[in-house]
Nanobody, 121 residues
Framework: QVQLVESGGGLVQPGGSLRLSCAGS????????MGWYRQAPGKERELVAS???????TYASSVKGRFTISRDDAKNTLYLQMNSLKPEDTAVYYC???????????????WGLGTQVTVSS
């Protein structure tokens, strides 16, 4: 079993910053691609940013230049630094990881339970 646990969410004023973390644990041989998604009330879940094991990153156009995704593969941890936050960034943020549990097993996709980010004055 693989567990992903997000942390770092909270209430912040517009223009503020937050740093989200996603720690992976359990049967992990290698984490391949990882990403942050978010879902606002009444909206579909959307990709915020993603990172391959090779270091390539992608960002949603709405967060480009404000958010930075990074990872520490030695700690099986993914981060999202969020700066210049806007009210429209309010959502539950979810971590997703493509995990190989052993050297021989195919990888599977796992999700965390999410962390709430609220941007409001």
């Amino acid at each position: 079993q693989v567990q992903l646990v997000e942390s770092g969410g909270g209430l912040v004023q517009p223009g503020g910053s937050l740093r989200l973390s996603c720690a992976g644990s359990g049967s992990i041989f290698r984490i391949n691609a990882m990403g942050w998604y978010r879902q606002a009330p009444g909206k579909e879940r959307e990709l915020v940013a993603s990172s391959t094991r090779g270091g390539s990153t992608t960002y949603a156009s709405s967060v480009k230049g404000r958010f930075t995704i990074s990872r520490d593969d030695a700690k099986n941890t993914l981060y999202l630094q969020m700066n210049s936050l806007k009210p429209e960034d309010t959502a539950v943020y979810y971590c997703n990881a493509d995990v190989s549990p052993t050297r021989w097993d195919i990888s599977s996709s796992y999700w965390g339970l999410g962390t709430q980010v609220t941007v409001s004055s």
